[in-house]
């Protein structure tokens, strides 16, 4: 059962642009509603807070992927470390077993 429309006009699934049968939105058309409210903001919404809160947004997703990377990269590097270390340590160990050997 579809949803009410909210205005007339909604719903309208006889313009082609959704395809009927299972694929298709119960509710119809959005891109209609999505511009109604896109027009009902004020002038400075639109080209002021919306595209801050988008630079924010994006900016936090780049920081978040960015340390994810930087952590695994960094988890890799310092068990590197620690294996090279414990080498270098079992050679010194062996070196200085061989000689106080002699």
Do not use: Q
Not at 4 to 28: F, H, I, K, V
């Amino acid at each position: 059962m579809p949803l009410p429309a909210l205005r007339s006009g909604y719903g309208n699934e006889t313009d082609g642009l959704w395809p009927r049968g299972p694929g298709a939105p119960p509710w119809g058309r959005t891109d209609s509603i999505m511009n109604d409210i896109w027009k009902t903001l004020p002038g400075w919404v639109r080209n002021i807070v919306v595209p801050v809160v988008v630079l924010i947004i994006a900016f936090m997703l780049v920081s978040t992927v960015l340390g994810a990377v930087f952590s695994v990269v960094g988890f890799l590097f310092g068990w590197a470390f620690r294996l090279l270390l414990l080498v270098a340590l079992g050679a010194a160990v062996v070196i200085l077993v061989k000689k106080a050997s002699r």
